[in-house]
């Protein structure tokens, strides 16, 4: 059973025998285009090859060759050569005011028993500070090296 049948226009065959034959393309585009060029069943195409075929010319799973036969039957040439773009966006936690608060204790003298601070002691301590509900260490750390600031002893100069 047949579920996606891969028809090219004349222009889109010629635009995939450019892509895998010359140019500096990704890897997996290129991959892409001989799929594509592969699995036509349009009037331009001479000689169709079965999946398997081109699986093992390829080198690449017959799940790889479905997928990209789907992505161009539904979303079209781009999409099935390129790929999506990510479309999570993820909210971010720490603002200026949380950022000020940072600095001015990680400028601060650290916790007794300590000659410095360190990234989880911050963490820990904006949290008992309520300054944030949760915090990672590694916040802290992009945090901090996005304001340039060394939780390192001071030099002198």
Same mark, same amino acid.
């Given at each position: 059973? /047949? /579920? =996606?049948?891969?028809?090219?226009?004349k222009d889109e065959r010629a635009e995939l025998n450019e892509i895998s034959s010359k140019g500096k393309h990704r890897s997996q585009k290129v991959l892409n285009a001989l799929i594509l060029l592969g699995c036509d069943e349009?009037?331009?195409?001479?000689?169709?090859?079965?999946?398997?075929?081109?699986? #093992?010319?390829?080198?690449?799973?017959?799940? /790889?060759?479905?997928?990209?036969?789907?992505? =161009?039957?539904?979303?079209?040439?781009? *999409?099935? @050569?390129? +790929?999506?773009? +990510?479309?999570?966006?993820?909210?971010? /936690?720490?603002?200026?005011? =949380?950022?000020?608060?940072?600095?001015?204790?990680?400028?601060?003298? $650290? $916790?007794?028993? =300590?000659?410095?601070?360190?990234?989880? @002691?911050?963490?820990? %301590?904006?949290?008992?500070?309520?300054? *944030?509900?949760? *915090?990672?260490?590694?916040?802290? %750390? #992009?945090?901090?090296?996005?304001?340039? @600031?060394? @939780? +390192?002893? #001071?030099?002198?100069?």
């Open positions: 059973m /047949k /579920k =996606f049948t891969v028809t090219l226009t349009g009037e331009y195409q001479d000689n169709r090859s079965i999946n398997e075929e081109i699986s #093992r010319v390829l080198k690449t799973s017959m799940r /790889k060759i479905d997928r990209v036969k789907k992505r =161009f039957v539904v979303d079209g040439l781009d *999409i099935a @050569l390129n +790929g999506r773009k +990510g479309s999570r966006v993820y909210a971010k /936690k720490a603002d200026g005011d =949380f950022e000020a608060h940072l600095v001015a204790l990680s400028c601060s003298n $650290p $916790p007794e028993g =300590f000659s410095r601070w360190s990234l989880r @002691l911050l963490a820990d %301590r904006v949290v008992e500070l309520n300054y *944030i509900d949760s *915090i990672s260490h590694e916040s802290i %750390r #992009r945090i901090l090296k996005k304001t340039n @600031l060394s @939780l +390192g002893g #001071r030099m002198d100069g």
